[in-house]
Structures are given as C-alpha cells and as structure tokens.
C-alpha cells in the first residue's frame, strides 16, 4: 500500500505497547531490521519491564511502527533501543513522533542510541531531532560494521508523569 490508498485523513496513533503487540511488533522487527532484528523473546521482555519505554504507531487498525527506550534513572540517561516504522507509512512524521515522545517519557537529561555507520536516513532523523554522534562502537554489529552512538542533552526533564501518547 502507499501513502495515496491510505483513506483520507487517516489518523496515526501513538499508545503504550502492550503484550498482545508482541507477534505484531516481532514482523515489524523483522521488515524493518532484517539481520538485526530482535528475536521475539527480546520483544517480549521489553513488553515486560517496567522501566521501559514503548510505544506503537497505530493506523488502519495496524502497528504500523514501534519505539522501545530503556531508562537508566540513576545515571540520568535513557537509550532509544530500537525504532521502526513500516515501510509502506514512511516519510510521513511518525519515525519523528515516535522518537519525541519517548524521549518525553524517558524524560532523562541524557538520550543515546545506536546505529549503523551506513544507516543515513535515521542519521539524518536523529541529527535534526537534535543528536550528535559521541563515540564509534569499531564491528559493533555482526557482520563487523561500526556503530555510531549519537547522545542528545533533554533540556527540560521533570519527575512528573506526563504521557505524551494519545489517549
Ligand atoms: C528511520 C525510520 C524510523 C524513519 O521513519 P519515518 O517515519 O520514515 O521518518 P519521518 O517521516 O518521521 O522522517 C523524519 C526524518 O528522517 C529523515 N528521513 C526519513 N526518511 C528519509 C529518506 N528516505 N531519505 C532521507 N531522509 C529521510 C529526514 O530527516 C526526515 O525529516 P524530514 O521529513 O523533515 O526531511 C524508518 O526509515 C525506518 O524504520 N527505517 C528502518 C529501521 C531503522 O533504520 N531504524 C533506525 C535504526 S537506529
């Protein structure tokens, strides 16, 4: 499908992922990540923990993309683990949505996040969304590409608990 079938008006949801999303957000893992996607048990997890971030992008009655951030109160930091949006729904603000609004509930002065040396476009995401690469991880990933760790400063953080999804 591309962006012209979409009904008009077509509304895109963010909400807190929930465990039911796991078989979900595992195909959109894969579609998105290919050789780097997370197993499913991983996914699982991360629909576990209570100190995680994550959020799904809803349209059409469908994840159409997922952020998972892990917080790290103590050291004032949150990683943005993983980001992915269906390649049918790019190019349409939700990679950029998903981003803001975890970094809103990590709400931790520090945000980092990993990617590979090749990855452009979410180089340039994360660059415009204000990240600035910090440290080179030399063969991070399997197949022995670097990884490129960008870190972002949150200006305002508070202890407050304000959602940032749709409610
Ligand atoms: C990276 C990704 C999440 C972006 O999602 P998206 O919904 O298409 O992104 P947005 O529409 O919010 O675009 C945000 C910015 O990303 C950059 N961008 C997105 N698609 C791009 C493209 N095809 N070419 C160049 N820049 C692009 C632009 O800077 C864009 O801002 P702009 O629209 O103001 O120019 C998506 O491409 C994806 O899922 N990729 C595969 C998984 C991945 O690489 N995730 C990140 C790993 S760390």
Redesign the pocket.
Known sequence: MTERNLPAGEDVQLRPAQLRDVWAIHRLERS??QRDAWPWIDIFAVLLFPETVRLKAVAENKVV?FVVGDRRRRQGLGWIAT???HQD?????????LLEACERELDTRRVR???RRS????M??YK?AGYTPVETWKRYYRDGEDGIVMEKLQRSVSTEIRPSFDQ
Do not use: K
């Open positions: 998105c990540f993309g980001l992915g949006v729904y790019r190019r349409r603000g939700i990679g950029r949505r996040l990993t990617l990855n452009h476009i979410a340039d995401l415009s």
